[in-house]
């Protein structure tokens, strides 16, 4: 009996899993690795990050989502290399996986530009453990200033700095202001948490650059009403432990801040990377692999790239961004093209993205939505924005328990994912001894 065509799938995100999905009747065996067993709701992880939901309620076990699909198997591991010629990829382990057919939706990861010493002062927003790398950060910066020794001390631990004014920076900033303004309000004796300054900081001349410049213009207005403060046309110099350091046109100044944050761009993965080296493929700046109209890679029909780390184009050439829908539509039309090849039908006609439009959540009862070029903002655009997330979350069971938290959170502004876990770097800044000296000796 003939071995059946397989195909692997690395990446268990969006894409690879929408992949996944549409395989489900396909005359082949379905290989689904990731390094995590589990498919992050990427879109909320900066609930996570902010108190408002815990990892398990935007999580989903892979096994238990493809449990049902009997060509399918999901194994756990991590890709480093591959053998385009020879057909198989090589994992961390050492291991080697053949494939007939391979689906690569491995994303991205935050690029720091260069400037890779700056990761251990503001962690970026891409994993479960950064986000509550992020809560204990932004957590713990409320109970140094709670003990600190001077006023200047304090301000440094109340002032919050976010580098990025893309939908995650918005996301992170709009939802930072309310812990300060209404969350933690009550909670402490010493400081007065409605005094913390959470400023977005953006190179570019507006937020949301890809945005509509009237939706643009609107969000900046919603998440200055929530008391943020947004710099723009700056370029970031130096992340340390004193603060953040920028360029605003031929001046450079300084901001202390004990609590930065990091939603910059993205870059491929090292995989990414390797991947274009060993099919000589061409590659944008930032590594993203340069596909042809059916998401192949030149010269290797049985090799897609999708999502992130996929360069595609729209009809008028401009590349697609690196959202969900993007790569949903992708892994989709990959299997759909494998399907057609085993069945012996005619291949679909190339992918082509819809799309349904675009959204950023500011705050409470405020986002802006761009949906089929209807331009839509304040409490309408956050609806939308609800209604759309939570229908995409995976599991059923996770819908209901967030749509329970949201509701909970919305009547009475509480938080209850508001854990400190694990370390920070932070942690041991001017760290007090037992007789409250700090350990500096200052």
Known sequence: MAEKHRVVILGGGFGGLAAAQKLKRAPAEVILLDRRNFHLFQPLLYQVATGSLSPGEIAAPLRGVLSRQKNTRVLLGEAVDADPQARHVVLRD?????????????????????????????????????????????????????????????????????????????????????????????????????????????????????????????????????????????????????????????????????????????????????????????????????????????????????????????????????????????????????????????????FHYFNKGEMAVIGRAAAVANIFGVHVSGLLAWLMWLFIHLIYIVEFQSRILVFVQWGFEYLTFSRGARLITGEAVTDSIDQPDAKGKRSNGS
Request: net charge neutral.
């Open 94 to 350: 050492g291991a080697t996986f053949a494939y007939d057919s391979l689906i690569v939706a491995t994303g991205t990861e935050t690029s720091y530009y260069g400037n890779d010493s700056w990761r251990e002062w503001a962690p970026s927003l891409k994993s479960v453990e950064e986000a509550t790398a992020i809560r204990h950060k932004i957590l713990y910066a409320f109970e140094r200033a709670e003990r600190a020794a001077t006023p200047e001390e304090a301000s440094a631990w109340l002032t919050f700095v976010i580098v990025g004014a893309g939908a995650t920076g918005l996301e992170l900033s709009g939802a930072l202001a309310e812990i300060a303004r209404e969350t933690l309000r009550h909670d402490f004796r010493r400081i007065d948490p409605q005094k913390a300054r959470i400023i977005l900081m953006e190179g570019a001349p507006r937020v949301l650059g890809p945005f509509p410049e009237d939706l643009s213009a609107k969000a900046e207005k919603l998440v200055t009403r929530l008391g943020v403060e947004v710099i723009k046309s700056v370029m970031v110099t130096n992340i340390d432990a004193g603060g953040v350091t920028f360029k605003r046109g031929d001046s450079s100044e300084t901001l202390p801040a004990k609590t930065v944050l990091w939603a910059g761009g993205v870059m491929a993965t090292p995989f990414g990377w390797k991947l274009a080296e060993r099919t000589g493929a061409e590659t944008d700046r930032s590594g993203r692999i340069k596909v042809t109209h059916d998401l192949t890679i030149p010269h290797f029909p049985n090799i897609f790239i999708v999502g992130d780390l996929a360069q595609a184009g729209d009809e008028k050439g401009k590349p697609l961004p690196g959202v969900a829908q993007v790569a949903m539509q992708g892994g989709a039309y990959a299997a759909r093209v494998i399907r057609a090849r085993l069945e012996g039908k005619r291949e679909p006609p190339p």
